[in-house]
């Protein structure tokens, strides 16, 4: 069984430059979260999905950052403009009843 | 504020001893807690996961949860160089698939040969 496939691994772009990941979930798994890893510290929630509908948008910086589940399958993250900050790991994952799987994540450097 | 806390080491034990990794967490309706490893580089990996209070065995590995103290902890039996990684608590108020995950800042575990 193929897990959370993420595209692409890594990106660098300027500040001020858009930049979008996508998210492919593990099958059958209604929930998928993106999270975001700084440096030396553990992933932080930015959404959750239940299907189409995000549930949990609390910790997502709306100003910039946007995040659609078409057809509560695949997924997409965008920022837009991207700042220094920004920089960090950016981590899907789904769960499906007890466990949360993680994909490999997207390196994002922004210059 | 709902926190996990965690050392961040680094922990170093020689091969072959028992690595003991802890954690607390400050929501007392917690529910159900998960055990990540984290190599350099690498996306988190679950190990395992456990609800009740007492010890859940697997393998080398076993999570011992205290709810009373707001505590859970991981021991690695007979250590290996290949177990040196970042190790991250996790801990979901809800069970189940609802709710979120909560991580500490891990703990760095180094094995020494």
């Known amino acids: 069984e193929a897990g959370v496939v993420q595209s692409p691994r890594y990106k660098i772009i300027e500040k001020k430059q858009p930049v979008a990941f996508w998210c492919n979930p593990i099958?059958?798994?209604?929930?998928l979260y993106w999270y975001r890893q700084n440096l030396g510290q553990g992933p932080e929630l930015l959404i959750r999905?239940?299907?189409?509908?995000?549930?949990?948008d609390s910790q997502l910086p709306k100003d910039r950052f946007s995040a659609e589940r078409l057809k509560g399958v695949d997924s997409t993250l965008k920022i837009q403009p991207a700042e220094l900050g920004d920089s960090a790991v950016y981590l899907c994952?789904?769960?499906?009843?007890?466990?949360?799987?993680f994909g490999a994540g997207t390196r994002l450097s922004v210059l | 504020q709902k926190e996990v806390e965690q050392n961040s080491g680094p922990l170093s034990v020689p091969e072959g001893a028992i690595a003991s990794l802890n954690c607390t967490y400050s929501?007392?309706?917690?529910?159900?807690f998960f055990w990540y490893r984290q190599y350099s580089g690498k996306s988190p990996e679950l190990i395992m996961f456990?609800?009740?209070?007492g010890d859940k065995e697997d393998g080398r590995f076993t999570a011992q949860l205290n709810k009373a103290s707001q505590y859970v902890s991981l021991l690695i039996r007979d250590s290996q160089p290949s177990d040196s990684a970042t190790y991250l608590c996790?801990?979901?108020?809800?069970?189940?698939?609802?709710?979120?995950?909560?991580f500490g800042k891990g703990t760095k575990l180094s094995v020494k040969p």
């Open positions: 994952a789904s769960s499906l009843a007890q466990a949360t799987y």
């Open positions: 929501d007392r309706g917690s529910q159900s």
């Open positions: 999905y239940e299907n189409e509908e995000a549930v949990d």
């Open positions: 996790a801990v979901n108020v809800y069970g189940g698939s609802q709710g979120n995950l909560i």
């Open positions: 099958s059958g798994h209604n929930t």
């Open positions: 456990i609800y009740s209070n």
